[in-house]
């Protein structure tokens, strides 16, 4: 009769537990979502809108390395000036950051 007791008991457990184990679960996904995947969606959107306001003049990084300055902005792509005065055509996508007078002191230190 011990033995059955016993038995009884750990079911009873394992009812309990499947409840347990997907709250945790659910716990896990919140978490996830709100230290993840929320800042992420949130950095994608900035620099969409970043990319959007692209305009000509605006000195650029692109995620290659290079730094130029815009000349020319069409629908997916944009024409920069590099040193001497080449020009190159890259896609929007392909523009990292803007290149701002505070981070040309930071290089020149």
């Known amino acids: 009769m011990k033995g059955t007791g ?3 008991m750990a079911q009873q457990g ?8 997907l709250l945790m679960f659910g ?3 919140v978490v996830f979502y709100f230290f993840m995947i929320r ?4 950095k ?3 620099q969409r809108k970043f ?9 650029v990084v692109t995620i290659g390395g290079i730094h130029g300055k815009i000349s020319e902005v069409k629908e997916n792509t944009v024409i ?3 040193e001497g005065g080449n020009r ?7 523009i990292a950051k803007e290149f701002s007078a505070e981070e040309m002191e930071k290089t020149n230190k």
Not at 39 to 42: D, I, R, S, Y
Not at 51 to 59: C, I, M, P, V
Not at 88 to 94: G, R
């Open 6 to 8: 016993i038995l009884l």
């Open 14 to 21: 394992a009812e309990g537990g499947g409840l347990e184990t």
């Open 27 to 29: 716990a896990i996904f």
């Open 39 to 42: 800042p992420q969606m949130k």
């Open 44 to 46: 994608q959107k900035e």
């Open 51 to 59: 990319r959007e306001s692209l305009e000509k003049g605006t000195k």
């Open 80 to 82: 920069i000036e590099v």
């Open 88 to 94: 190159m055509k890259i896609e929007k996508s392909a």
